[in-house]
């Protein structure tokens, strides 16, 4: 009768933690940048697709009825809309600048080795754009000129 190989109560080397303490990841975007600028880059771009809907939409009016595309224009003419009016320029300028950066991610040699820095550039080129445009767009949201 065959008995079994003895049980070893060591674990696996795949399955051991690396030095560190630190569990491996499994792919390079698992709760890194990488997959935030992914999941931004889609919200931002379902957020725009919906602006532009609603755009065409409301703009449509004015052919139906001059009266009731005057009061849905007012209804823009809200301190929550220019609010809303900034997201979407910010969510245009990161879609715009993360688009190009996978576009170079894709098409370098090198541009899964700086994927990361290239974010962080689309991020300070984001901010750097809004905050020439946040002022004067809330100067006008606020102070009514």
């Given at each position: 009768?065959?008995?079994?190989?003895?049980?070893?109560?060591?674990?696996?080397?795949?399955?051991?933690?690396?030095?560190?303490?630190r569990?491996?990841?499994?792919?390079?975007?698992?709760?890194?940048?990488?997959?935030?600028?992914?999941?931004?880059?889609?919200?931002?771009?379902?957020?725009?697709?919906?602006?532009?809907?609603?755009?065409?939409?409301?703009?449509?009016?004015?052919?139906?009825?001059?009266?009731?595309?005057?009061?849905?224009?007012?209804?823009?003419?809200?301190?929550?809309?220019?609010?809303?009016?900034?997201?979407?320029?910010?969510a245009?300028l990161f879609?715009?600048?993360?688009?190009?950066?996978i576009?170079?991610?894709?098409?370098?040699?090198?541009?899964?080795?700086?994927?990361?820095?290239?974010?962080?550039?689309?991020?300070?080129?984001?901010?750097?754009?809004l905050?020439?445009?946040?002022?004067?767009?809330?100067?006008?949201?606020?102070g009514?000129?």
């Amino acid at each position: 009768m065959a008995s079994a190989p003895p049980a070893s109560s060591a674990t696996p080397p795949s399955a051991s933690p690396p030095k560190g303490g630190r569990k491996k990841r499994d792919t390079l975007y698992r709760g890194t940048e990488g997959m935030w600028s992914w999941v931004a880059h889609r919200v931002t771009g379902m957020l725009l697709f919906l602006f532009l809907l609603v755009h065409v939409l409301d703009t449509a009016l004015v052919r139906v009825s001059p009266e009731v595309y005057n009061e849905v224009i007012g209804t823009y003419k809200t301190p929550i809309m220019g609010l809303g009016e900034l997201g979407l320029v910010a969510a245009v300028l990161f879609h715009a600048f993360n688009g190009i950066r996978i576009i170079l991610v894709d098409f370098l040699a090198q541009g899964t080795r700086y994927q990361r820095v290239m974010l962080w550039i689309v991020v300070g080129l984001t901010l750097v754009l809004l905050a020439g445009f946040a002022p004067r767009h809330l100067m006008n949201v606020f102070g009514g000129h």
